[in-house]
């Protein structure tokens, strides 16, 4: 499989790589290998003109790493406390699966892609959608099910309307 997203711009920011690389999962395995494809062919920017898929950067602001850490503090209370559950988790999630989402990805429309690190297919996570508001939904088997649905129009309408435009724009990574 291979990503559809003309590039706009140099491609300057190919992130931590050898922290690409050498991360694990608590299952001991590594990154799912459409997003290793993804943030070695594309880097650091914003896809669709929407969303920002973030990739390992050492220590700046966007990196996967403190991104990730940034957007489960917004719901940690609920992490440590079911009784504090705050936003509705249906039609597609439970507490207990909760716990194991984990945030690489976020729109400017709000929205937040979590991989389910409980259950992997030949490598890959499910992907999941939410905006706190309306549930929590799993849209893909892979990065490259995702971008497919979001730049047509699908099952995705809710998020992408009638299709994200299909390209990549590089951005440099301020120090």
């Known amino acids: 499989m291979s990503y559809k997203l003309r590039i706009i711009g140099n491609i300057t920011e190919k992130g931590d790589l050898q922290g690409l690389q050498s ?6 395995l590594p990154f799912p290998p459409s997003y290793v ?13 929407n ?30 406390d079911k009784t504090q559950l705050w936003f509705d988790l249906a039609p597609d999630m ?31 996570f499910d992907i999941y959608i ?7 939904f799993k849209v893909a088997g892979n990065l490259y099910e995702f971008f497919d649905k979001a730049t047509r129009r699908s099952e995705l309408e809710y998020f992408a309307g009638e299709g994200f435009e299909p390209v990549f724009e590089a951005l440099q990574a301020q120090k």
């Open 23 to 28: 991360y694990r999962f608590p299952d001991e």
């Open 37 to 49: 494809s993804f943030a070695e062919t594309y880097g650091y920017g914003r896809a669709c003109r």
């Open 51 to 80: 969303l920002f898929i973030y990739i390992p950067m050492e220590s700046h602001c966007d990196s996967l790493f403190n991104q990730s850490a940034a957007i489960k503090g917004t719901y940690g209370d609920v992490l440590a």
């Open 94 to 124: 439970d507490y207990e699966r909760l716990k194991q989402l984990f945030p690489f990805a976020k729109s400017e429309n709000a929205y937040y892609l979590f991989w389910d690190t409980s259950v992997r297919h030949d490598g890959e």
């Open 130 to 136: 939410s905006d706190f508001r309306a549930g929590f």
